[in-house]
């Protein structure tokens, strides 16, 4: 018998200056995706988050005012330790964002204030594969940042945008889907690891609720799996992995 073939990634464009990530929830990016964006901003690259919520249904035992403040420092925190220092929350309603012409719109809206040439956002689908169901958050936000990064070039979708003056911006080359069932590229997780963890660690109110281990050993234990099993596929270096949509 012969081994099956792994499929190997590529590595990911580099000739851009600009990203915006869209994801639902604070802690959506760093579930994975942040020491891809710490060896960007090491680079001299622009990264941008915007945040569909707060996140402020996340824990069991604050309510939502309470934990919606709380989440957005954390968010804000684990976004400079990447070197990420302009985060806005459009302030759909956590837990039940609806895919739509409003959501596309606001996020039509962010991609025209910030240009980026590489949209980043997650997954999309309905399942992280196999049986793992994804969040219909996850799966709202996904979609319209996809429609969206199209939107934005388009001056007669949204007419109030441009009269907000927002003008639209044809310049997003790329969506990157983070967290993908099909990724295609990746980007060396090396030198972000690290600064990914202590990210990661920055939800702390979030995870402490979340689990019962220490927050260091479940965060390292977390983020380390995932690159290393990624790295498999891309020459056995640690690695993130994104599905690539070009535009
Ligand atoms: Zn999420």
Same mark, same amino acid.
């Given at each position: ?5 792994? /499929?190997?990634?590529? %590595?990911?464009?580099?000739?851009? !200056? +600009? $990203?915006? @990530?869209? &994801? ?5 990016? =760093? ?33 939502? /005012?309470?934990?919606? %403040?709380?989440?957005?420092?954390? !968010? +804000? $925190?684990? @976004?400079? &330790? ?5 985060? =806005? ?49 996850? &799966? ?56 990914? &963890? ?50």
């Amino acid at each position: 018998m012969t081994e099956p073939t792994i /499929t190997q990634l590529e %590595a990911m464009p580099g000739d851009w !200056q +600009r $990203a915006l @990530a869209v &994801v639902a929830h604070p802690d959506d990016l =760093e579930y994975g995706c942040s020491a891809a964006i710490a060896a960007w901003t090491d680079e001299g690259r622009e990264v941008a988050y915007v945040l569909a919520t707060r996140g402020e249904a996340g824990i069991d035992t604050l309510a939502p /005012t309470e934990c919606g %403040a709380l989440r957005e420092r954390e !968010q +804000r $925190a684990s @976004a400079a &330790v990447v070197g990420v220092s302009e985060v =806005e929350f459009l302030d759909h309603r956590d837990g039940v964002v609806e895919y739509g012409i409003p959501l596309r719109r606001d996020i039509a809206a962010a991609i025209r204030r910030y240009r980026p040439e590489l949209v980043i956002t997650l997954n999309h689908r309905d399942t992280w594969g196999g049986v793992a169901w994804n969040t219909p958050d996850h &799966v709202a936000v996904g979609r319209a940042t996809l429609d969206a990064a199209a939107d934005a070039g388009n001056r007669w979708i949204f007419p109030e945008l441009i009269e907000q003056g927002l003008e639209p911006w044809n310049g997003v080359r790329w969506v990157a889907v983070a967290g993908s069932t099909r990724p295609t590229h990746a980007v060396d997780a090396s030198a972000g690891l690290e600064r990914a &963890v202590r990210s990661l660690l920055e939800h702390r109110t979030y995870i402490e609720a979340l689990t019962d281990e220490d927050p260091e050993t479940y965060v390292r234990g977390f983020l380390t799996g995932y690159a290393q099993a990624t790295g498999e596929r891309f020459g056995g270096r640690p690695a993130v992995a994104f599905e690539l949509l070009g535009r």
